[in-house]
């Protein structure tokens, strides 16, 4: 078998646990071979470094892109590209890898517009992005009891809401590339919304945007007068690409004969009122706390996450806890939690081994279809929360989000 030679873009954050995961894909399996990554930082190159060496992996160190497809062009042989680089360099470095006829896996998002997204579909199947809830054991053991019980689908709410960009606010964020605003960044992860209703046998054909709202915009500090946009450039005026900071996008999946409404939630500064509500009610009846919080270093407020989705089957309620992986049902007016499927392996590690075996010929690559479904929805919904913002007043737009921000603080 023609082996697979991989390189990896950025170590990041996040680069740094999908480079060990290859790291031990390229030790489980002969037809494997890291390569090599790119990165900068002088931290993270001695961190790629040490832990090639742990398991006995001579991987070669690029300064730049460039050097990569230079090295990975020499093989004339199957190469695997996984970019965890900045978001904004997903669209340039999947294109390029494309070109060059490698199979590219990119952390999400794969583009930052919709004419970007619309060229990456025109060219070569052999890529993917790494929507890792896919792969989660609650999402999985969801699917699991939707097929088992042969239910149907009637309405989906997602909370996907975070504080990281409080963080970045406040200048304490640990994750300073996070960029996109917190639609693009959070809610296209919903993406497994599709897949559920595909195994209730709900055949999407088509996606409806009825509602986008940005309750907040993203702001560059409490000390300015300026926004942040989408590739986290301050802006001193509403601009086009201006990063939402919080917001709902509503919309209806519809089949040949249903009309199944979902609400999409996501949030950079916090849990939104109506995410409080909902985990508040989950409380009263589960007794289990849906929204997570965390002491950072450098911050005196707790960070806040949550990740929770809702899947209404008429006489029967999924309630599904993303981060900390829990599932509860309510069924008869009672709620049992019910046991997750195990695996051996994380979700990140599924996930890049699923493409690296697409890549190497052993298993069918992904349908494009779910992606276009979710990522056509945001940009969509981009669109429409621009169009809104054009006659708002700047200054009372950003004294909202000052006020929301003081508000948490106190």
């Known amino acids: 078998m023609q082996k697979v030679h991989i390189y990896q873009i950025g170590c990041g954050t996040f680069g740094k646990y999908g480079f060990e995961k290859l790291l031990q894909l390229s030790k489980k399996y002969d037809f494997v071979e890291f390569e090599g990554i790119v990165e900068v930082n002088s931290e993270r190159r001695e961190f790629a470094k040490k832990k090639a060496k742990e398991y006995s992996i001579k991987l070669k160190i690029f300064d730049h892109t460039f050097d990569v497809y230079q090295d990975a062009s020499k093989l004339r042989k199957k190469v695997f590209i996984y970019d965890a680089g900045p978001s904004e360099l997903h669209y340039s470095h999947l294109i390029k890898s494309l070109k060059f006829g490698f199979w590219h896996f990119t952390e999400k998002p794969p583009a930052f517009t919709k004419e970007e997204f619309e060229v990456e579909l025109k060219l070569s199947k052999k890529w993917g992005c790494d929507f890792i809830e896919e792969e989660n054991e609650t999402v999985l053991t969801a699917l699991d009891y939707l097929k088992q019980n042969k239910l149907k689908i009637d309405s989906i709410e997602i909370y996907r809401e975070s504080s990281v960009g409080l963080q970045k606010i406040l200048g304490n964020s ?210 429409k929360i621009q169009k809104s913002l054009r006659n708002k007043n700047k200054l009372e737009e950003i004294r909202k989000t000052k006020n929301r921000v003081k508000e948490i603080i106190k």
């Open 174 to 383: 640990i994750r300073t590339g996070v960029e996109g605003g917190c639609l693009l960044d959070k809610s296209c992860h919903d993406i497994y919304v599709f897949s559920f209703l595909s195994v209730c046998g709900q055949k999407i054909k088509n996606v409806m945007l009825n509602k986008a709202k940005a309750d907040y915009l993203m702001i560059d500090s409490l000390n300015k007068d300026n926004f942040l946009d989408i590739f986290g450039h301050p802006k001193n005026q509403i601009t086009e690409g201006i990063a939402t900071a919080q917001g709902i996008v509503e919309g209806i999946a519809k089949t040949g004969e249903e009309e199944i409404p979902f609400k999409f939630y996501s949030s950079w500064i916090g849990v939104s009122k109506e995410g409080l509500k909902v985990s508040n009610n989950l409380k009263k009846i589960t007794k289990y706390e849906f929204i997570r919080k965390k002491q950072i270093e450098g911050m005196e407020i707790p960070y806040e996450d949550l990740r929770l989705f809702v899947i209404d089957c008429d006489t029967i309620v999924l309630y599904g806890d993303m981060k900390d992986k829990k599932l509860f049902v309510e069924r008869d007016g009672k709620i049992k939690e019910l046991k997750l499927l195990k695996f051996k392996e994380d979700q990140l590690y599924r996930m890049l081994e699923k493409y690296v075996l697409v890549a190497a010929g052993k298993e069918k690559l992904n349908n494009l279809e779910n992606m276009k479904f979710i990522m056509n929805l945001i940009f969509d919904a981009e669109e």
